[in-house]
Every structure is written in structure tokens, then in C-alpha cells.
């Protein structure tokens, strides 16, 4: 796929990697950082996440609040610690609950084939053509506002996305020789379908869920910015965005720092994805 | 033989627009809460309440229910709107011309931003320009939409005073207005769709520029510029037209965002209002019309590939 110039493929090639690996250092960096304010943070932040301070209302960054305070006095930088569990946990159910479902459901699709693969298929195309926020909307909506609905919804509308994947991949691999070898040497299909198709369908899988990850964040940041994600006074990232609003004119920091945080864990992820998809690329199936 | 593929492809779209509205019309109905209760408030009689229940149909079994909207779908009429009364086919084409100019107008500067971006970075691998146009790609693909707006509020509206912070004027009413209103909530949504395009017109040139067909136009003499706006963009179109439909989903997630945050009078608006009003005639209507749009497009892309591509019509 790239240029066959024997002269500088090798150059290119390793400037390629390198670029790669840099992403993945950056995006890894954030995304670790992330994961561990999500984690411990509560147990790090300067002041109560919830506690109001009728004294400091609004009040402008300086060092006792770094980031400043919100309408109720509370502490930015603290909230935005505290928020980050809500983001980690929607984006870690959605990849976990759609990886695995999706996974099974595709190599399953890809190995039995006929009526087993027209169903999943079946019911991928509806899932596609349900419009995702719609879905997740509908969803919040019948089952109330919180957490679990948002990961919930998430895991099902990136369900296709993994589906779809692994079932390519599969469809490739049991046309490899080494999966006809394994049959002629006598393994069950089902063991060959654990064994072989398996390990060597995730490669494509591991690149979705690191986007997934990403739309999750981003997803859980839209519906509490509808006012379907997590109720108050628990902060998420998309509830002080749009807390704040109400006083973008006089208390931009808290919109500025909320949007900040989303915007540099999605960029994390797709870093880390873009890495991911560039490295496994290059490697044979 | 076109005709036939194009029959069997238009055939294999039914089941999942019935899937997709059996899915629709049953999930609204597990909302908690009684409409004619929502309605007519806490207060009201039990007498009016079932009065309005039976005129609502919700008091009857739910296939029914189901039958009955879609037998009235099918004669084009979406049903009442259990919060204003009004038909809700009326409150949709009155909320389309909105989405749809900002819509078209986001997809519209995405793509004037993104082949441009994109045939440079693809002619120029490696270059300062392609490093700081795939930065700039992942940054934006990265940037929540509604924080942009938010931004841009800040920024323009706020602290500039030079664009309004919300609102729609009809395009009809004052030009200029409306293109004030415009900037804003197009802007929000047009930074994610020109990333993802220009990567994919990116790739999509790339691709194309080393295969062996490129290397004959280069042979014959033709100029640079000729290989890649012509050969080279004209082999690259179908994948950069595959994609851009793919990405209805994402504008319309776009959509919903935007005009929630800028107060547009569109489709996204009126869904988002229908869901916290438990107003299912209308979220039914808009998920389903939706829907049918999304195929509809995922249609017409097949069906340029295989006029373009006979071997896409074979089964």
C-alpha cells in the first residue's frame, strides 16, 4: 500500500513507527493520568466536590481555588477530579459490555454462517439504522437519567462497530492455512474458534474499542448536557459544562476547564487508537 | 440487471425500517408516566384522564396501538403531537428547513475545507504541511462539539459581540440575519465532519496515487496538477463518497447538540423537547423518519457504486 520505492521505504517505514509511538506516549500519558484521577481522585481533591461555599461564589482562579468556583462555590478543580469517574466508568462498560458481545456475536456469525449470520446481521443493520444519540436518548428516557443507562446505550450502538470487525476478520482467517492445518490435525471447531480465531480476530477489535472509549466520553458528555446523563449534585464533566451556561460571561473558566478535560481524554483515546491502528496495520494476519 | 439488484436492494431495507419501528414504538411505550396524565397535570379528573386516554388510543393493547400508527404511517399521517395537539407531519416539515440548511451548510464548509486539506496532505506525505493538517484533523476530532460552541459563544458572541449567541431567522425574513444566526451553530458542527473528511480524502488520494494507472497518466506527460485533480481525486471520489454518507449518524448527533445549544428550531431541538415531554408520536416519527433517510442514503451510495462498478451488482 505504500510507496514500493526500495530507497526510502525502510526511512519512511521507521519515521512512520516513530510518529506511532510518539502518539502512543502522549495518548497513553493522558489516558493513565485519566484513569488514575478516576480511581483515587476522590481521595486527592483539595475540598469537597459537593460542598457549596455561599462566601466564594463564582470566584475567579487564584490559589486557593486553581481553577476557581462555580455558582454554588464549589471547588472546579475538584469537581473535574471527582467527574472524571463518571467518564472512565461509562467509556470502561461500554468497551467491555461491546467488545465481548460484539466479539462472539461476529466470529460466531462469521463461523456458523447461514441463518445464525443473516440474523446478526439482521439485527446490526437495525441497530445502524437506529440514529445513535436518538437511541440513547430513548433509552434515558424509558429507564430515567444515570450512569448505567448512558453506558448501556453506548455498549449498544457501538455493538455493530465491533460486530462488523470481528466478523471481517473472522470471515479472513478461517480461509488461512494454518486454521486448515489445525482442522486436519483433528481440533473441534469449536476449539480452533476459541483457539485461533479468537486471538487472531482482536487486533482490528482493540483499535474500535479505544475509539469506542473516545465516543463514550464524549456521549456521556452529551446527555448530561441534555440533561439525561448523571443527576446533580454529582459532577460529571458534561454536567458543569452545562451548569456553566448560565454565566459564560462571567465565570468562563468553568467552561473553559469542563470542555478542557473531555477534550483532552477523547484526544488521549484517539491517540492511542491511531497509534494502535497504524502498528497493527503493518503486521500480517 | 441494474433494475433487478436495485429491486432486491430496495426489498432488503424493509425489515429493518420494521425493525427499527417496532424497536422505536416499544421502547417510547416503556417511558413511565400516562401522556393523558402528563397532559392534563396531577389535578385533573380521573374522568378526563380516561376521556383523553381513550382519544389518544394509549388505552388500548399495544399491538393496536402499533397497527393503528402504522396503518396511518402509511397513509402519511404521523399522528397528533400529545403536547401541542398539532400534526405532528406539520411540526417535522416545519423543523426540516432549519436542520436541513444547517446541515448542508456544515457538510457544505467541511468538504470546501477538507478535499483541498486533504489532496495536500496526501501529495505532500510527511511534509510540515501533512504533520500540521493531521494534527489539527486529531485536535478537532477530539473537541466535543458542543465545548466548540460554547467557545465560540464565548469568544464571538461574548466577548466580540459580533454574532448573536442564539436563535433562528428565517432565511426568508432577512438573509443577512440568518447567516449572522448560521455561523455559530454551523461552525460547531462542520470542525468534526471536515476532520474525519479530510482524513479520509487523505487516504482515499494516497491510495490511489500509488497505483499503476497513476504511474501511466504520469508517463504520458500529463502535468501534476492534472494527475491528482483528475486521475488521482476523480479514482479517489467513491471511497470519500462512502464515507461522507456513513456520516449521517454523526451529523445528526451533531445536529441535536447544536441546536439544543444555540436554540435553532430544528429536528434535533423539537426530538430533544418531545423526550422530555414523553411526546411519542413525535420522537416515533423522528426516529423512524431518521432511520428511513439513513438507508435511503446508504441506498443511493450502493447504487452509484454499482452503476459505476458492475461488479458491485452481482450477488
Redesign the interface.
Known amino acids: 500500500?505504500?510507496?514500493?520505492d526500495p530507497t526510502n521505504g525502510n526511512l519512511?517505514g521507521n519515521?512512520q513507527s516513530e510518529t506511532s509511538a510518539r502518539r502512543a506516549i502522549i495518548g497513553g500519558g493522558v489516558v493513565g493520568v485519566v484513569v488514575v484521577l478516576a480511581v483515587f481522585g476522590a481521595a486527592m481533591v483539595p475540598y469537597d466536590a459537593n460542598l457549596p461555599d455561599f462566601d466564594h461564589l463564582l470566584a475567579a482562579p487564584s490559589l486557593a481555588h486553581p481553577l476557581g468556583t462555580d455558582d454554588l462555590g464549589r471547588d472546579v478543580l475538584s469537581r473535574l477530579i471527582v467527574g472524571a469517574q463518571a467518564s472512565v466508568w461509562v467509556g470502561f462498560i461500554a468497551v467491555l459490555t461491546a467488545t465481548v458481545v460484539g466479539t462472539t456475536a461476529g466470529i460466531v456469525a462469521a463461523w456458523l454462517g447461514g441463518a445464525v449470520d443473516a440474523v446478526i446481521i439482521?439485527?446490526v443493520?437495525?441497530v445502524?439504522?437506529?440514529?445513535?444519540?436518538?437511541l440513547a436518548?430513548?433509552?434515558?428516557?424509558?429507564?430515567?437519567p444515570g450512569l448505567g443507562v448512558v453506558a448501556a446505550s453506548q455498549a449498544i450502538v457501538n455493538l455493530p462497530l465491533i460486530v462488523r470487525t470481528a466478523r471481517g476478520r473472522a470471515l479472513l482467517i478461517r480461509q488461512m492455512p494454518y486454521v486448515e492445518a489445525r482442522r486436519a490435525l483433528g481440533f473441534s471447531e469449536f476449539n480452533i474458534m476459541r483457539r485461533t480465531i479468537l486471538p487472531n480476530s482482536l487486533a482490528p477489535v482493540i483499535v474500535q474499542a479505544s475509539l469506542i472509549f473516545?465516543n463514550s466520553v464524549?456521549a456521556e458528555?452529551?446527555l448530561s448536557?441534555?440533561?439525561?446523563g448523571v443527576q446533580p449534585p454529582t459532577p460529571t464533566w458534561g454536567t458543569m459544562?452545562r451548569g456553566?451556561?448560565g454565566f459564560?460571561?462571567r465565570a468562563?473558566w468553568i467552561?473553559?476547564f469542563?470542555?478542557l478535560s473531555?477534550?483532552l481524554t477523547?484526544?488521549g483515546f484517539?491517540?492511542i487508537g491511531?497509534a494502535l491502528h497504524d502498528s497493527l496495520q503493518e503486521r500480517d494476519i | 440487471m441494474m433494475v433487478r439488484w436495485l429491486v432486491r436492494r430496495v426489498l432488503a431495507i424493509v425489515?429493518?425500517?420494521f425493525?427499527?419501528s417496532i424497536?422505536?414504538f416499544f421502547?417510547?411505550r416503556?417511558?413511565?408516566g400516562d401522556p393523558a396524565t402528563a397532559l392534563l397535570g396531577f389535578e385533573a379528573s380521573s374522568d378526563a384522564v380516561s376521556a383523553l386516554q381513550a382519544r389518544l388510543h394509549v388505552d388500548q393493547s399495544w399491538p393496536v396501538q402499533y397497527f393503528a400508527w402504522i396503518a396511518s404511517l402509511l397513509q402519511g399521517d404521523f399522528g397528533r403531537s400529545l403536547q401541542t395537539g398539532r400534526p405532528v407531519g406539520e411540526m417535522l416539515a416545519q423543523s426540516f428547513a432549519p436542520t436541513a440548511l444547517l446541515a448542508v451548510s456544515a457538510l457544505g464548509v467541511s468538504l470546501a475545507f477538507a478535499i483541498p486539506a486533504g489532496v495536500v496532505a496526501a501529495t505532500h506525505p510527511?511534509s510540515a504541511a501533512d504533520r500540521l493538517l493531521t494534527l489539527i484533523g486529531?485536535?478537532a476530532?477530539?473537541?466535543?462539539a458542543?465545548?466548540l460552541g460554547?467557545?465560540l459563544?464565548?469568544g464571538l458572541s461574548?466577548g466580540l459581540h459580533i454574532l448573536p449567541s442564539s436563535g433562528y431567522i428565517s432565511p426568508v425574513v432577512s438573509l443577512w440575519g440568518c447567516a449572522m444566526h448560521l455561523i455559530s451553530p454551523m461552525l460547531t458542527l462542520a470542525a468534526g465532519l471536515a476532520a474525519a473528511n479530510m482524513r479520509t480524502v487523505r487516504s482515499a488520494v494516497r491510495?490511489v496515487l500509488?497505483a499503476d494507472f497513476m504511474r501511466t497518466a504520469k508517463a504520458k506527460g500529463l502535468s501534476r496538477a492534472a494527475i491528482v485533480w483528475h486521475h488521482g481525486l476523480g479514482n479517489a471520489a467513491m471511497p470519500i463518497v462512502t464515507v461522507i454518507s456513513l456520516q449521517f449518524?454523526q451529523l445528526?448527533?451533531g445536529v441535536?447538540?447544536a441546536e439544543?445549544?444555540f436554540d435553532w428550531p430544528g429536528i434535533g431541538k423539537l426530538?430533544?423537547e418531545a423526550?422530555?415531554a414523553?411526546d411519542y408520536p413525535v420522537?416515533e416519527a423522528?426516529?423512524l423518519c431518521?432511520?428511513a433517510v439513513?438507508?435511503a442514503i446508504g441506498l443511493a451510495t450502493d447504487a452509484l457504486y454499482a452503476a459505476v462498478d458492475p461488479r458491485v451488482r452481482l450477488p
Open positions: 500500500m505504500r510507496t514500493a519512511a519515521e439482521a439485527a443493520n437495525i445502524l439504522a437506529f440514529p445513535g444519540l436518538l436518548l430513548s433509552l434515558t428516557v424509558v429507564l430515567g473516545a464524549i458528555s452529551y448536557f441534555l440533561g439525561l459544562l456553566s451556561i459564560l460571561d468562563p467552561a473553559t469542563a470542555g473531555i477534550f477523547v484526544l484517539n491517540l491511531d | 425489515p429493518t425500517l425493525g427499527v424497536i422505536g421502547l417510547m416503556q417511558v413511565p510527511r486529531i485536535v476530532q477530539s473537541m466535543p458542543f465545548w460554547v467557545l459563544i464565548l461574548v491510495q500509488s449518524g445528526l448527533s441535536v447538540v439544543t445549544l426530538v430533544v423526550v422530555f414523553r420522537v423522528v426516529v431518521t432511520a439513513f438507508v
